[in-house]
């Protein structure tokens, strides 16, 4: 009776787990000797043909055929030639990315890869670009533009923000320079701040005077036109400084 159950059981199963608990329940009866050793036998293989029937219809969820991984395969990012990466570095190193005190903690490449984080930095607030992106920008590779970030997070230069999803792929870390000199540098368009000068630099600035004539008296080359407060002086009846100064030559020679 147990046995013809089972084996009708095993032949209506349409899942692997149905058939791990007719398994289960088969040789606990075996040892509780209510089936013989040879109809446990004979059932058993029932259910090993049975469960190969049904993984061939099971259908795997969410993952292809021949992959390993729900996320897509990573694409890198290079430029088509060496000759074109490394002449983009240079010119970004060049390009003055950081002080010149800072820069000379830093190779070219590494300088290349803090310029892009610099630009968006001061673009958007921070750098939100994935590390594949940075390394295409920067002309090195992916290995390189981790360790330049790292290197300037050591010093103290910035900071790094890992954003994590439990099951499911992360988003590109969040770089955001925390460095006063450096952000004084990008405010100012990475340009030094003027220095101070020691002293004036020019030409002296000259009064010019009235000249004299031989005999001593002064000619007013151009008359001063009176303002406000000529005007009240008049008006209370103080003379002009030029009034007392004498006939001008003008009128001598017509005298």
Do not use: Y
């Amino acid at each position: 009776m147990f046995h013809a159950t089972m084996r009708s059981a095993i032949e209506g199963a349409r899942t692997l787990a149905q058939l791990d608990d007719l398994s289960r329940t088969i040789w606990q009866a075996h040892a509780a000797e209510t089936v013989t050793d040879s109809e446990a036998q004979g059932l058993a293989e029932l259910l090993h043909a049975r469960r190969s029937a049904v993984r061939e219809t099971v259908v795997p969820m969410g993952i292809p055929l021949g992959r390993v991984t729900l996320f897509p395969p990573k694409r890198l990012q290079r430029a088509p030639e060496r000759s074109v990466a490394i002449e983009r570095r240079r010119r970004l190193a060049c390009s003055g990315p950081m002080p010149p005190a800072l820069a000379s903690r830093f190779t070219t490449g590494q300088l290349a890869v803090l310029r892009i984080v610099g630009d968006e930095m001061a673009r958007n607030g921070a750098c939100g670009l994935c590390i594949d992106a940075i390394a295409a920008r920067a002309g090195v590779c992916r290995r390189l533009a981790q360790a330049a970030i790292r290197l300037a997070e050591g010093d103290g230069l910035l900071t790094i923000q890992e954003r994590r999803h439990q099951g499911r792929k992360s988003d590109p870390n969040v770089v955001r320079i925390i460095s006063r000199e450096w952000l004084q540098w990008l405010r100012r368009g990475g340009r030094s701040a003027a220095p101070a000068l020691l002293g004036s630099i020019g030409c002296k600035t000259m009064h010019p005077t009235d000249k004299g004539d031989p005999q001593g008296q002064v000619v007013d080359a151009e008359p001063k036109e009176e303002g406000c407060r000529g005007a009240a002086v008049r008006a209370r009846g103080v003379p002009r400084k030029n009034s007392a100064a004498g006939p001008l030559r003008g009128s001598r020679a017509m005298s």
